[in-house]
């Protein structure tokens, strides 16, 4: 049975994902008074096709995580090939700023290990109970949480701040009716599965022009390979059929990576994703803040949202230390500064009105807006790093070419 939630913590945190899990472990390690809570249970999956960029990565092995990822089985990832109808251009990854692998862990795995190392930082982790509603101050200002637990049983828990990493459909930001002040004109719609038998070839993203596919490489020699299409061909072909639809647009866009994944064996379904149009939300407020999706979620045909979370936990976590009106407006301020070519490419690529030449544009703006943001991290003062990760100093000195 667990030990009773304790009716005060300094920050209640609502979502043990990546951005949630990241920002508990985070003010934990600052030295905060942490409760983190997810209603679902500890490795759990969720929809995702895994892909970390540099910036995730920097962040896993700036916080000594990466090496607990590598050791559950994570594919190191040594090139990324972006391939526009039959042209091939592979980009090797460089040694940059302590990262010259990629990696795209199983959210059962990456998840669950953010949480871990919160707790291990001093958090109350707890799976099963939920948020069902917010306390208020008469002023307005959130004091706390109420939260149900797995026996229904109902607590109301005070905080200094409660953070809402809870997802696209944020109980947190519903409640203290966070507006969106930006959103996107377009969603993409996907399908996936986990391939067995493929070579780790790196990241590769094809591109013709309607359809969009990847395959990444994931834990234990598994590769996720996703289709990316227009929602409206997902409804009339997909949903029906996702098996057949997944296939037909796989070969449509690659028949060298349909033919590899004919000779391959399906590890898990196909699962299906019908499309979700960005937002950026009102991301702060008196004894609350978002993260996450909660607050800002792009497209996900640029596979960023992981490595944002990563990167916004970051700076959530130095404002609610800071503990100011002006450090927390200044979260969301860097967040948004930082992810807004992010957003606008995401969105672009995922409205399918490019052609080959304008895809590779819209990656350049995309690469542009990556390398500012990791020039943004690692700018941070390292005076108030967390711990480092030793153990996973670089390792493949020869590509840093
Ligand atoms: C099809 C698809 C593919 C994607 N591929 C990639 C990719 O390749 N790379 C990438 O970087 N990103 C990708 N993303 C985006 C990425 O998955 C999200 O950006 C990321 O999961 C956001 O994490 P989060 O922690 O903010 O929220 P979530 O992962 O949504 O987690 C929210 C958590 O909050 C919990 N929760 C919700 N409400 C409550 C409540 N009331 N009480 C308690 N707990 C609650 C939920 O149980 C959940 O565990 C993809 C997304 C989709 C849909």
């Not at 949480?145 to 607590?155: G, L, N, Q, T």
């Not at 391939?195 to 020699?221: C, D, F, K, Q």
Request: aromatic share 6%.
């Amino acid at each position: 049975m667990d030990a009773p939630l304790k009716p005060r913590y300094d920050a209640v945190v609502i979502g043990a994902r990546c951005a949630g899990a990241s920002t508990a472990m985070l003010l934990a390690r600052r030295g905060m008074d942490v409760l983190l809570v997810d209603r679902d249970r500890r490795g759990a999956d969720t929809l995702s096709t895994l892909a970390l960029m540099r910036a995730g990565v920097l962040q896993l092995h700036r916080w000594g995580v990466l090496d607990r990822v590598r050791a559950e089985g994570a594919a190191p990832i040594r090139s990324t090939s972006f391939v526009y109808g039959d042209e091939v251009i592979e980009v090797p990854i460089k040694l940059r700023d302590g990262v010259d692998t990629l990696y795209a862990p199983r959210r059962t795995s990456l998840d669950a290990l953010l949480a871990d190392a919160a707790a291990d930082a001093g958090a109350d982790v707890r799976y099963g109970p939920r948020l069902v509603d917010l306390v208020h101050a008469s002023d307005g200002r959130v004091t706390g949480a109420v939260i149900e637990d797995r026996d229904r049983a109902v607590h109301r828990v005070a905080a200094d701040v409660v953070i809402g990493a809870d997802g696209l459909k944020s109980t947190v930001a519903k409640t203290v009716g966070a507006a969106a002040y930006r959103e996107g004109r377009h969603a993409a719609a996907a399908a996936y599965a986990f391939w067995s038998g493929l070579e780790n070839r790196g990241n590769r993203w094809y591109y013709r022009p309607g359809v969009s596919v990847g395959a990444i490489p994931t834990n234990h020699g598994n590769t996720c390979v996703f289709v990316a299409i227009p929602p409206a061909r997902f409804r009339d072909e997909l949903q029906g059929d996702m098996d057949a639809g997944y296939h037909r647009a796989l070969r449509e866009c690659s028949a060298a990576l349909a033919d590899e994944v004919s000779q391959g064996v399906c590890a898990e379904r196909v699962r299906g994703f019908p499309g979700h149009l960005g937002h950026m939300r009102q991301s702060h407020g008196p004894g609350w803040a978002l993260v996450g999706d909660a607050g800002y979620f792009k497209d996900p045909i640029t596979a960023h949202g992981i490595s944002d979370a990563l990167r916004d936990a970051e700076y959530l976590a130095r404002a609610v230390e800071q503990g100011t009106e002006r450090a927390m407006a200044a979260y969301q301020s860097t967040r948004d500064e930082l992810s807004a070519a992010l957003f606008e490419s995401s969105d672009a690529i995922a409205g399918f009105e490019w052609n080959l030449d304008g895809v590779q544009a819209l990656h350049k703006d995309l690469s542009r807006a990556m390398n500012h943001e990791v020039e943004a991290l690692v700018s941070l003062d390292p005076q108030t790093e967390p711990t480092l990760d030793t153990s996973s100093t670089p390792h493949h000195k020869g590509d840093a070419s």
